[in-house]
């Protein structure tokens, strides 16, 4: 099966990201978040709606898309965690983000003390609309090679936003930069390597390839209507063809993605290589779609049409969580089962 956006969530997703842009507030787009919510506790039995209402949002823009995804990601790592753990009773309660990436210079670590309350001090990067949410899953260092990952209260006095530039054109309200914890209270979500090891690490992936995946769709709209308002020539006629087989494919696989999720055939190293799989025809897809638009409409809209200007600089900027042929390399290790 394939999935496809919902009409009345795109639009709702265009018009708050559009005033957004126009210097509005983040609530209601906060609010969304809350009320997609019941998507992500359903991922694993239900998969298709939690996929569908990514796949809307991106398709409506990706400022808002940027905020409901690791909200999403975060809700479904918490009922995972209650499932899994039966002490880890965490509120899915307000507006979450996850950060877990790494980078130079940065080091998170988690310590316990001697009546096992674990407290998080460091600085971690990346961390998107950390001064928005409430709350976060925060991966932090336990110990030489184990990571572990966190509950947090950002509202914490221990949490500090170190002040960072973002030049990027793209994306401008969901500013990506460092967290700094102190002592930081944090309440521990499974035991060490449990975040990358549950099968839900893969389905979050697969959650932010239906983002980028919405955001191509709309980019095959404007197609579509510079084709209504001029009749298209042969190359134009080429242009739509190839935007809609890259579409097609890869709502395909996001649907087949979701059955086999429910399936149980999502887990492990099944789970890793289908979220592999589907980011890479996902991110060409909107790879392609952004160079197919440009080649056909011209810098017209580019330089004329605010949404679409918007959604190309943000779509070139949240596709970037790809990696490109590194991540098409670790793909072809997959494939061999791992053995390179």
Not at 155 to 167: E, F
Request: proline fraction near 5%; aromatic fraction near 4%.
């Amino acid at each position: 099966m394939s999935l496809r956006p919902d009409p009345g969530l795109v639009d709702r997703a265009r018009t708050l990201g559009a005033a957004v842009a126009d210097g509005g507030d983040l609530d209601e787009v906060l609010a969304l978040a809350r009320e997609l919510s019941p998507t992500a506790q359903r991922l694993g039995s239900d998969s298709a709606p939690y996929l569908t209402a990514l796949l809307s949002v991106g398709a409506g823009d990706l400022t808002v898309a940027r905020v409901v995804e690791p909200h999403l990601d975060a809700v479904a790592i918490l009922s995972q965690s209650a499932a899994a753990h039966e002490t880890s009773d965490v509120t899915s309660g307000g507006v979450w983000g996850v950060y877990a990436a790494e980078g130079p210079g940065h080091h998170l670590a988690g310590t316990p003390d001697e009546h096992g309350t674990w407290t998080l001090t460091g600085r971690k990067p990346w961390c998107s609309l950390a001064g928005e949410v409430g709350h976060a899953v925060i991966t932090a260092h336990t110990g030489p090679g184990k990571r572990r990952a966190f509950a947090v209260d950002l509202g914490h006095p221990g949490v500090s936003h170190p002040d960072q530039r973002w030049v990027s054109r793209g994306l401008t309200r969901v500013r990506s930069t460092s967290l700094e914890l102190d002592g930081v209270p944090a309440l521990p979500l499974g035991e060490d390597g449990w975040y990358l090891r549950r099968p839900g690490f893969a389905w979050g992936g697969i959650g932010v390839a239906a983002v980028w995946l919405g955001a191509a769709i709309a980019l095959r709209g404007a197609l579509c209507a510079a084709s209504a308002r001029r009749e298209p020539d042969q190359v134009a006629l080429v242009h739509l063809g190839r935007a809609d087989t890259l579409l097609h494919a890869a709502t395909c696989v996001l649907g087949d993605a979701a059955r086999a999720i429910d399936a149980g055939q999502a887990t492990g190293d099944a789970g890793e290589l289908l979220a592999a799989r589907v980011r890479a025809t996902c991110a060409e897809a909107a790879e392609e779609l952004v160079r197919i638009t440009g080649h056909a409409l011209g810098p017209g809209p580019l330089t004329g049409d605010e949404e679409h200007a918007r959604r190309v600089a943000d779509l070139t900027v949240y596709v970037r969580q790809h990696h490109a042929e590194r991540d098409l390399a670790r793909l072809g290790s997959l494939v061999l089962g791992g053995g390179r």
